[in-house]
């Protein structure tokens, strides 16, 4: 018999840098020009951000000699799907792309899901940067190398793990968020610090009245925690097999709402909701005392965050969307839930009856018989 190891881990250095400071975005043309100039670049922004940044982005590498194409998709998560990849696919295939091309996603979590998505897959992977414009984006998904995009039966359901060579965070983009966004990706800070860190959680709770999109030094900080505590679990954990579950806290709840409502909610609102439920199912289940459990909730309210499910809700869809989850497994689907601010209790299965009666559904269900 013939023994054959595939080596994998040692076949090449993916490290890479996270850099966060305000005013960075202006000095990424530069940055590229310097580290990629060579290379065949493809901008994969959104309607609004193209605007903001990235023709100017556009403009200053083109000035700095790189050769770049900018491509633009409808703003929103509606454009996370396999349409938009197939637009994509052409666009770039037309744009003259290369195995040694590059690939910068400019925006928020969309941005980045879907044009990380392109870079993992077109000709089998080419390189990608990460621009995160977003709070959501900067703090947790231009992180780590989750990409990926949304089918009609679930959310996040086709992707891959596509590391960046690069992500360039800038603190003064939030200057130009809507407040609503930016209370949307405060949702994953929340999670993030609940999850993984209790004196990060106890900080934000004490600046809770400072948290604003135009705060940058106290943003530039707590980005700087938050990407620090996601690399630290990357770095364990690239391809989710035990500690990085923990990043899921509220997302199964999360994503179900967001797919059964048809996108209706924003990412971070359904995750706060997600939250909020999955320590209710905690606390329900004996793991999380009720001084946490009302701690997480308060924090959540406190940013202005919904903690209860919408009233529209369709029981079925969202039933059914919960089984799709990704951490579904032989025996159902598993839960991240919460022992107290700071520490999970990944992989615990939830029985249906305690998920309708934790999401309020089973009033319901007996008042429609
Ligand atoms: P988004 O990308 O749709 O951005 C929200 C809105 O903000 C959009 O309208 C966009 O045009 C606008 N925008 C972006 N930057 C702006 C700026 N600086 N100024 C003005 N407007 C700006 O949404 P999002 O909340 O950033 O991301 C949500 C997505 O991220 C979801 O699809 C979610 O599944 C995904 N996600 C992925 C991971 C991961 O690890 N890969 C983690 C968390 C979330
Ligand atoms: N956003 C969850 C993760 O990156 O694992």
Do not use: W
């Amino acid at each position: 018999m013939t023994r054959i190891r595939v080596r994998l881990d040692a076949l090449r250095d993916r490290s890479y840098t996270v850099e966060i400071r305000p005013g960075i975005l202006a000095e990424v043309p530069l940055l590229l020009s310097r580290s990629e100039g060579k290379r065949r670049m493809f901008v994969i922004t959104d309607s609004n951000v193209t605007r903001y940044y990235g023709r100017a982005l556009n403009s200053k590498l083109a000035a700095a000699g790189c050769e770049v194409t900018v491509l633009d998709v409808p703003a929103g998560e509606r454009s996370k799907g396999s349409p938009t990849v197939n637009f994509l696919y052409t666009k770039v295939f037309r744009g003259g792309i290369r195995r040694d091309s590059l690939i910068i996603a400019l925006g928020g979590g969309v941005i980045g899901d879907l044009a990380g998505y392109i870079a993992a897959t077109v000709l089998r992977g080419v390189r990608l940067v990460q621009i995160p414009t977003t709070l959501l984006a900067q703090v947790d998904s231009s992180v780590g190398g989750k990409v990926g995009i949304d089918h009609p039966a679930g959310k996040n359901l086709i992707g891959a793990f596509h590391q960046p060579s690069a992500v360039y965070i800038d603190p003064e983009a939030l200057l130009t968020l809507p407040p609503d966004e930016f209370r949307n990706g405060f949702a994953e800070v929340i999670k993030i610090a609940a999850a993984l860190d209790a004196p990060f959680f106890a900080n934000i709770e004490r600046n809770a009245q400072r948290i604003r999109r135009e705060n940058t030094a106290l943003n530039a900080k707590i980005l700087e925690t938050a990407v620090a505590l996601k690399a630290s679990v990357v770095e364990k954990d690239e391809r989710e097999t035990g500690l990085r579950r923990v990043l899921n806290l509220g997302h199964t709840i999360g994503h179900a709402l967001e797919s059964s409502g048809g996108f209706a909610l924003k990412h971070g609102q359904a995750v706060a909701i997600g939250m909020a439920v999955e320590a209710r199912i905690s606390r329900e289940l004996g793991l999380l005392g009720a001084s946490d459990c009302q701690r997480l909730t308060a924090m959540l309210e406190a940013a202005d965050l919904p903690v209860t499910p919408p009233r529209s809700i369709n029981e079925r869809a969202f039933m059914s969307a919960i089984a799709l989850d990704k951490k579904s497994d032989v025996s159902g689907t598993r839960f991240v839930l919460l022992r107290r601010i700071g520490e999970c209790a990944p992989g615990v299965p939830v029985p249906a009856d305690l998920i309708r009666k934790t999401m309020g559904l089973v009033s319901k269900k007996s008042t429609h018989g």
